[in-house]
């Protein structure tokens, strides 16, 4: 299993931007594919962005393409998430997640690593 931590969260306003940071501690972990989800306050979990083990295939869900990029430093051993134009729904605690199978997933099933969350709030 693989250790991770999220760092980056804040209270900021509508239309700023933030970078989530996820540390990754295993080395092996360069072959996971890489997971970003958030939790609504009173929601469910939901799926935000993946990306694959090369770095080259990411996948987001709707609500934030075009405002959110998830990307990936291997020689750092870290997992980002560029979040701009932050709305107020975007509030929530977002958990990065790790999946040994490399390729990008939807379900979080197939993350076998979470980290503790960071917040993030956005105000109108």
């Known amino acids: 299993q693989v250790h991770l931590v999220e760092s980056g969260g804040g209270l900021v306003q509508s239309g700023d931007s933030l970078r989530l940071s996820c540390g990754i501690s295993?080395?092996?972990?360069?072959?996971?594919?890489m997971g970003w989800f958030r939790r609504p306050p009173g929601k469910e979990r939901e799926f935000v962005a993946s990306i694959d083990w090369t770095g080259y295939k990411t996948d987001y869900t709707d609500s934030v393409k075009g405002r959110f990029t998830i990307s990936r430093d291997g020689a750092k051993n870290t997992a980002y998430l560029q979040m701009n134009n932050l709305k107020p729904e975007d509030t929530a605690r977002y958990y990065c997640a790790a999946r040994p199978h490399g390729t990008t997933s939807y379900w979080s099933d197939g993350y076998s690593s979470w980290g503790q969350g960071t917040q993030v709030t956005v105000s109108s």
């Open positions: 295993e080395r092996t972990a360069r072959t996971y594919a």
